[in-house]
């Protein structure tokens, strides 16, 4: 069996001639009569054979197609299917494995595994594969084998000429010109390409074989969940095949995870962007499904049990931090996790204060500690956010017993040995660390800092309780309730105002820390939105498990301050002050003034609201399955939050509706993302909830808007 690159070369060479033959035999023999097909096969033999000595002995054959009445692209068809097949033949018969004797001078043997194609040789070969097989689109599986075949001898060949000591000789490579060949050669992959099948998965051999490939494979999808804010991300990776076949991949190849993880990491330490944490978790998330569940995501049952367990796609030094991160949530599991992450909690009720403590508690992982890489123990924590909202859940709850009025699982909540003040010390610590992982100064300080403003929240949660206990008493010692109507709603729209206003001061103080505290912090490796989008995200802890004191308008300051970092008050105050210091310095009156810029800054904010509400109830269904036993007390947690969030969500989208973009496309996309969104939404948990009355009319205003949008485009 040929295997030399000249005699593949040749076959390619026909190949190449017989497909542009065949692009033009259609026009040809529509020109023709009937009787000219034996002329037409004639010259198709004289083709099939350059040697013209050759041709006088095939004469027989041209008489016999005649009299078939063959037509010239049926026979084309079937020589181009013949000549793919011997090559794909000849390809493969150049991967062996083989026991070869070294040179004449040296005594030995070696063993040969892979492909007798050198690593130059094999850039030319698909250098000529790339030239044949565009023309080849639209021939289904011949083209994919061609390509299939050429990819895994590319992947098979060895870099040097010869593994003799006195005459190995390393191929020098292009890499400019590798890299666009191999560009042009992923362009004519298949979006379907799922891969699922005993072969090799066509993408993942292109992600060896350029790293560029895999990059550029996870960019698209982080450019249209970038640009499609309101994407389920879950389902798409799911029900998605061109996303689902990079999820397989991915499951197939642990070193290929991790260096896709890597990449999101990086980005996400450079940018701060919330987009890229949550697809970078929402990956994990689904590969960590795949290996679970293979069956379900079109993988056989025989690839699924040869799938690696777990822990072979993350760092193998954190083996044991990935059993406790994958574990159930508890607060048990919790402290074994602070634990494992930054050493013993000290089992005190008295207050420490972290400011002077020493250093001894983060020893063990100094290393780690100052190390933020995909491989640090804080990239792992990173990919698991649920742990850091159950951090913020408990420091913000008070007490145990006030997290939620459901019982949780026999060790979610209570714990035998532990006390409150203990378990608010460890997520004190936690959420410190995450949030300043690097210098050690800055993290006890972020301690003390972060300790400070939940006994603040807690001392203004107990007294919003008072205020509305003492409420409810004068309403039921109140003595002729008609006459005292008036005086009762003031009482209580005054209580509803002092709380009000007790969450915005005590959001300037909660600000005030973040601005004190990070302009201190030195972002050689970290970047500084990092943690302001982290010190932000605290706040959701007190809309998952407590607070349930809070009205609606507390309710919105803290997920607005959550998804936006602005506090709602100030906000209004501030573009009222900067219009009319723009106003005086044009001159000109208020008819004048333009709105662009400040409508594109609220838009902003309520797309990144509304996309906050809805990435925060996927992870608390998710938590809710850990947290409770019972599927009734899992769906009434779920919307105990939705009650609390429904309001602020209604009003996220009502003002996207309001506000007008002149790209009507990309708004049409985005209402049908948020339109089969807010669906969703609305199925987690139970369907009836505090506030679901509201949810009608948005439904109706959005697919009123929908509506108009399409008939615009059509």
Known sequence: MMSKLPEIADLFTKLAFHVRRNSTSNAFEEEEEEGSYSRAISSLNQSLNFNKEAYSRVRVLDTALSLMCFKLPSVCDSTIEYLIQTIVAVLSSSISCKILPFSEEEEGSFIQIGSSISSVDSQNLIESCTDVIGSLQGRGMLSLKLLRAVLKVATSTSCYQSVSPSSTRVYEKSSNKRNNIFLKLHSFLPEETLGITRETPLRLLFWYLDPLTLKHDISRILEETVQRPFLFLKKELHERMAWRSIIICLVTSPAAFMEARALFHNWFLVTGLASILELCTGIVSSALDALSRPMSWGLSMELGLKLPFSHAYFPSTLHKLLVKLTGPLSCESFLDLVHLVMGPVAKTKKHVDPIHTSYDIFRKTAAKATIVDHKSTWGMLMDFPAWFYFAAMLLFCGERGDIYPLKCKPGAIETEGTDDVQLHYAAARYLAWILSPINENHSDILLGCVT?????????????????????????????????????????????????????????????????????????????????????????????????????????????????????????????RMKNVKLKSRGCDSEDWTKVSEERDERKGFIAGASLVFDLFDTIEDMSVSMFECEDNQRDFICWGKGKAGKYLVKCIKKLLELRSDEDEGRLVMLMDLNRRLARWMHQGREIFEGCEAFNNVFSDLNRTISSLHNKQV
């Open 452 to 576: 400070e403003i939940s006994s603040s929240w807690t001392l203004k949660h107990k007294e919003a309780a008072q205020s509305r206990s003492c409420s409810n008493t004068c309403n039921n010692n109140t003595v002729g309730r008609w006459t005292k109507l008036k005086k009762l709603k003031s009482e209580e729209e005054n209580t509803k105002e002092h709380i009000v206003l007790g969450v915005e001061h005590w959001l300037k103080d909660f600000h005030g820390c973040y601005v004190k505290y990070y302009n201190k912090i030195e972002t050689t490796h970290v970047g500084s939105s990092v943690p302001n989008l982290l010190f932000r995200r605290i706040l959701l802890g007190i809309l998952i498990g407590c607070s349930r004191y809070l009205d609606e308008k507390g309710y919105d300051l803290l997920l607005h301050y959550a998804a936006t970092g602005e506090i709602l008050g100030l906000r209004e105050a501030h573009y009222t």
